[in-house]
């Protein structure tokens, strides 16, 4: 059981309550936070966190480079078992990065999206 994150990124409150997220769920939750973590982000573990400055965000950088590195990052993800679906997507004018797909865990399949923008 893991504390609930709303659409804001924010501890989601019900009626006064915290809110808490189980199963399926919370995986799909961690999986989310996991894509939008920049590495060196957190000051408690300058490892963690996707290389999105360092690689991602490089010109020189493959699509097949990137898209590597994001499913090893989801498979990282605790519960999750495989990656069926990864579609990434770069706009190049407003500069945002589409990350969306369907991940494989022990609760059942699980669909996510997240948008990282530099």
């Not at 059981?1 to 309550?17: R, T």
């Not at 573990?45 to 499913?71: C, E, H, K």
């Not at 989801?74 to 004018?93: H, N, R, S």
Request: hydrophobic share 40%; aromatic share 6%.
């Amino acid at each position: 059981m893991d504390l609930a994150i709303n659409e804001f990124d924010d501890l989601a409150i019900d009626g006064g309550e915290l809110s808490f997220v189980t199963n399926a769920e919370a995986i799909g939750q961690h999986l989310r936070i996991r894509l939008s973590t920049w590495l060196g982000e957190t000051p408690y573990d300058q490892s963690a966190g996707v290389p999105y400055v360092q690689v991602i965000f490089d010109p020189n950088t493959t699509d097949l480079a990137r898209r590597f590195i994001l499913q090893q990052q989801i498979l990282a993800v605790p519960g999750v078992t495989g990656v069926e679906l990864l579609d990434v997507d770069a706009d190049k004018q407003t500069r945002v990065l589409s990350i969306s797909g369907r991940a494989s865990s022990i609760n059942g399949p699980i669909d996510f999206a997240v948008q990282v923008t530099p």
